[in-house]
Structures are given as structure tokens and as C-alpha cells.
């Protein structure tokens, strides 16, 4: 708990003021956030929940590009999420986007919406802000429900890129408390075996981004058929054997 107001204090510090203009600036560098929207593929009638949802501008989005669905935002910095009830109150959108203050990695989801599971849950650009970050991706996992997928957009590695931007970039997203997490696709892999789902990893923009889905529905669909997930666990380990190799 105490690491909990720690956290919410440090980001309503940050953004007290960066808030306002917040999605005027990140635009230009925050890369892939509609690439995640537009493969979301929720299904008619789903739910979604952003863990992270900032300013409430991917939930504005993502309304609008599945019109029966409906969407949950949960956000630690209480100054964030008053910029995005104005925003989403302004996009008339308020009897579709519901918004709670809580903590990535806990927040109980019946307690703030009435529901256990989602659909689809996401994370935007803020995977490289929260330091217990592995603990807020498996905890994504476990407010799926069946057949659910987990996507998630964040800085890379930068590893197409010069070396000078790579440097410089690091400095000045230093200064955000924000820290691009190497090791996010193997974290990623380890995950997907826990839960024998299909993990799906992408560098965009030269690595300057990582996309990835977690599909649980593989695992729905294949559940009755060992020989399937067989398959699937002879993958991951092909994966792992190859990423220790170098």
C-alpha cells in the first residue's frame, strides 16, 4: 500500500502539469499506439480495459474503432485521470468509458467495475514506467477472460537505430522516470508458457517500438487437443533455446 501511494504520488507529480498538453507532445514519439487499437479485434459486444490509461486518448480511440464494445481505464496518477473524464466527457463517450484510479499490478477490477475478466486488456507506453512492471503484465493475464488477449505497446530497443539516438533517447526518457525494458520479450515468453498462450512479438519502427499479443483463445481452442499444446510448449522452449544462444 505504501508503495502504492509512493507511485501515484510520484506520477500526479510528474503530470500535474504535463497533462494539459500531454497528447499534443507524445504523439510525435509514443509510435504504435494505433497499431495495437486496430488489432485489438474485439468482438462485438466485448469489454476492454487500458491498464495505464493516462489522458484516456487510446480509450477514445478505441471506442470509436469498435462502437459495441465497452471500455475500462485504470490509472495510478488521479491528475491524469481528470484529464481524461474531461476528455472522454468531451468526446460524448462517458456511458462507454468507465475510469477507476488503481494500481496496475492489483487493482481489484469487481471492486471499481462490478466485473471480474475483460475481453481484451492493454498496455500502452507504460510498461517502461512502472518498476514491479513484470508483476502489472501478469496480472493483465489473470483479468482475461477465456479465450481473452493481452496487448501491450512500449519503447524498444532501438537496436536498427544509430547508437547516438539510442543514447539520447535513453537521457531524455531518463527524465520521465521512464526505462525501456530489455528483457520484455523473453518476460513475455515465460508468461505465455505459464499460461500456454501465443505469444506474438514485433519490432516497429526499426525497434524503436515492441508490439506484442498474448492470445489465450489459442489455448481455448486447443484445450481438448494435447497434441496441439505439445506443439506450442516445443515452440516456446525453440524460442528460449534460441534467445540464450544469443
Known sequence: MANEKSSASL???????QRHFYDLTRKHYLLGRDHLIKHLSAPRGSTVLELGCGTGRNLIEAARAYPTCQFFGVDISSQMLKTAEANIHKADLSHRIHLAQGDATSFDPFEKFGIDTFDRVFL??????????????????????????LSVVDFGQQERLPSLFKLMLEKWLGKFHVLPRENLQDVLHDIAQDQRAKLRFLPLYRGYAYYAELDSSFYTRFMEKPE???????????HREIRKAG
Open 124 to 149: 500502452s507506453y507504460c510498461v517502461s514506467m512502472i518498476p514491479p512492471w513484470e508483476d502489472a503484465l501478469r496480472n493483465g493475464t489473470k483479468l482475461l477472460a477465456k479465450g481473452g488477449q
Open 228 to 238: 496441439q499444446m505439445d506443439l506450442l510448449e516445443a515452440e516456446n522452449e525453440s
Open 11 to 17: 506520477m500526479d507529480k510528474i503530470y500535474k502539469n
